[in-house]
């Protein structure tokens, strides 16, 4: 079993959708991480959580410690949207080195 | 540009061969981190170092697999005697200090045939 685990694996929106990427893990963490990956490879960091919520334009983290769960939000999708989203958790006990999720690839479609 | 950087971008070898890649992280970034990605697959750890210090290696990394940061700067990841089954993108990541937001490389997709 993977120490986090995302949902749904692929989606498909329409342009405009409000778009949910739920994550859950089942390790102490110190901190949650939202990535995302273009077809290209290269990743970016969206976000990094410990607690509560955090807002960057249209997309919104949100974590649950006691549930051990987060989800991103992105409002009013675009086509450049689609991208994968990565969730990592930071684990305080091995060297604080990545857990990551297997992503979820998301498709915009105009 | 002030990122993270990795070279070269994608990498074709034959089996057999050896390959070196090396990343650039952020500086004064203390951490420095290399995960593997196979396709359709999240990154896994391989290992990480603080400043010059390998502090912590997967069982992932086998001894075909070597890297370094000989100052604490740039980083190299050598894989020796290639095999299929090591294709994929690798990845750097550099960060400040532990649970703080870590930057990532636009990573090397090897392949070998």
């Known amino acids: 079993k993977n120490e986090v685990e995302q949902s749904p694996q692929n989606l498909t929106a329409q342009e405009g959708e409000f778009i949910t990427i739920n994550c859950s893990y089942s390790?102490?963490?110190?901190?949650l991480h939202w990535l995302q990956q273009h077809p290209g490879g290269g990743i970016v960091s969206l976000f990094m959580?410990?607690?509560g919520k955090k807002k960057h334009g249209r997309l919104i983290a949100t974590i649950n410690i006691q549930e051990k769960h987060s989800s991103l939000h992105i409002t009013a999708s675009h086509p450049r949207d689609s991208a994968v989203y990565i969730c990592?958790?930071?684990?305080?006990?091995?060297?604080?080195?990545?857990?990551f999720g297997t992503g979820t690839s998301l498709t915009v479609i105009p | 540009d002030t990122g993270v950087s990795q070279d070269p971008r994608h990498k074709i070898t034959k089996r057999g061969q050896n390959v070196t890649f090396r990343c650039d992280p952020i500086?004064?970034?203390?951490?420095l981190y290399w995960y593997r990605q196979t396709l359709g697959q999240g990154p896994e750890f391989l290992t990480y170092?603080?400043?010059?210090?390998?502090?912590?290696k997967s069982r992932l990394l086998s001894d075909r697999f070597s890297a370094e940061r000989p100052k604490g700067s740039f980083s190299t990841l050598e894989i020796q005697r290639t095999e299929q089954g090591d294709s994929a993108m690798y990845l750097c990541?550099?960060?400040?200090?532990?649970?703080?937001?870590?930057?990532f490389g636009q990573g090397t997709r090897l392949t070998v045939v």
């Open positions: 990592a958790v930071n684990t305080p006990n091995t060297g604080n080195q990545f857990y």
């Open positions: 959580l410990s607690s």
């Open positions: 500086s004064e970034h203390n951490r």
């Open positions: 990541a550099s960060s400040l200090l532990p649970d703080t937001e870590a930057f």
């Open positions: 390790v102490g963490i110190s901190a």
């Open positions: 170092f603080q400043n010059e210090a390998q502090l912590e």
